[in-house]
């Protein structure tokens, strides 16, 4: 299940990129007194509650927008009304409602069950009685805030999270079921290699880069094997994501990823492997989804002896860990090893489910600090006691040591390619965790 999106939207300068700030933990969005700084909607995770979401920082309703930039903050903004599971509206509660604020509510009345009311810079509280002229909005009850001192933002949250959709959980079906998400930067084929599998057109296919706008579910069965294909839009740079159809593109993206087990990862041979086509393979892997590389529209480029060799060892060498990633060669239009990569995709599905006994798991540990004995720093040689499988999809492995911190990372690579080694793993990132082992009492 994708994290839920929450979406900040009023007028500029009521503290949406304050309260953005504080509830993500870190400075992602520009944080200023002039009116409109924030021009490009960010957005970040947060947790709360138990409950993982998106947040969604927009760049503000602007009124009477004439300005090219104004015109783009207003069409961003609108569209998270759309876009947005939980929409808090924020207004500001030193100066009162604003005629802008009574448009805007007016935009939202339609999304009421949806919509939090939230009135910033309200200092003193709990005594301020400020909000409350905010009734006048029509939307529920108006919460106060003030983003700046954090006073109010639990409350807030708790109110958010009775807002949020059920979590949901996945059930024996889907467990059975490979989610595969199709994902890449736009125009690269991504659409015609599920419309080539279906062998129907049954996701728009277009020249125009970015044809895609949604992600869209499909349900595939291949030799008893269940599929859902989860097509994607085209994932861009954030400094080209200048419209707001295409902002949301990339989150929505970024919720495919989320819901996905494997992601196929479809790049344009034609043009080359771009720097983008890495951040997006290395995003899934980082977030533990099993990763396939689709190397697109293999049919238009001149062969040569060992020309698919040369051309897979040149991308592993650009970026490491795609040593564990299989690299498939396809042509989406003709149908050249499609089936292939799906069948590929479904081998990494099964390894990333992969579970480890713990009697072979230290068997291996022992046989690779023998073969390579762990560094020293304080004087007493590092030991390794014991190791467990505790956790698939991806798999996590849980090492006790006696002093956890003076592992060093290169180490720990070194542990990670013995198990990989020892039972593949094929395109699945793989966790190790550190643990210290008690003192025996005396």
């Not at 599905?349 to 009697?359: D, K, N, P, W």
């Amino acid at each position: 299940m994708a994290p839920a999106t929450v979406a900040i939207v009023g007028r500029p300068n009521v503290g949406k990129s304050t309260f953005f700030n504080r509830i993500v933990g870190g400075r992602k969005a520009i944080v200023d007194s002039q009116p409109g700084v924030t021009r490009d909607m960010q957005f970040g995770e947060a947790d709360w509650g138990g409950r993982h979401f998106y947040v969604v920082d927009t760049g503000g309703i602007v009124e009477d927008a004439e300005g090219e930039m104004d015109q783009a903050i207003r069409r961003q903004a609108v569209s998270a009304l759309e876009e947005a599971d939980v929409i808090m509206f924020m207004v500001d509660g030193r100066e009162g409602v604003h005629p802008l604020d009574q448009h805007i509510a007016e935009l939202l009345r339609a999304r009421e069950a949806k919509t939090l009311l939230v009135v910033n810079k309200i200092d003193d509280l709990p005594d301020s009685t400020d909000h409350l002229e905010f009734y006048a909005l029509g939307l529920r009850d108006p919460m106060p805030l003030s983003a700046a001192s954090g006073k109010g933002s639990g409350d807030l949250l708790d109110r958010l999270i009775e807002l949020l959709p059920p979590g949901g959980s996945q059930t024996e079906e889907d467990e059975s079921t490979l989610r595969l998400a199709v994902v890449g930067r736009p125009n690269v084929g991504k659409s015609s290699f599920i419309n080539k599998l279906l062998g129907s057109e049954r996701l728009v296919v277009s020249q125009e880069a970015g044809t895609t706008r949604d992600a869209i579910d499909t349900p595939y069965e291949k030799d008893g094997k269940q599929f859902i294909f989860i097509d994607t839009a085209g994932l861009r740079r954030k400094s080209r994501v200048t419209e707001s159809i295409e902002y949301y593109a990339t989150l929505r993206t970024m919720r495919a990823i989320d819901r996905a087990d494997v992601c196929l990862v479809v790049v344009d041979a034609d043009e080359g492997v771009a720097n983008q086509d890495f951040r997006i393979a290395r995003l899934a892997w980082d977030r533990g989804r099993g990763v396939v590389l689709a190397v697109n529209k293999w049919d238009l480029i001149e062969k040569e002896t060992l020309t698919s060799v040369r051309f897979e060892k040149a991308l592993r060498r650009r970026v490491p860990f795609l040593e564990a990633v299989p690299i498939v060669f396809i042509s989406a239009l003709s149908g050249q090893r499609v089936t292939r990569a799906l069948d590929i995709a479904w081998q990494v599905g099964q390894e990333r489910t992969r579970r480890v006994s713990t009697s072979e798991l230290n068997d291996q540990l022992i046989a690779l600090t023998e073969t390579v004995q762990p560094p020293q720093k304080r004087g007493t040689p590092l030991k390794l006691f014991y190791a467990t499988q505790v956790g698939a999809a991806p798999p996590v492995f849980a090492i006790w040591v006696n002093y956890p911190k003076d592992v060093p990372e290169n180490y720990i690579r070194y542990l990670m390619n013995g198990f990989r080694k020892a039972w593949g793993f094929l395109g699945s990132p793989i966790r190790v965790k550190l643990r210290a082992r008690r003192k025996q009492r005396s």
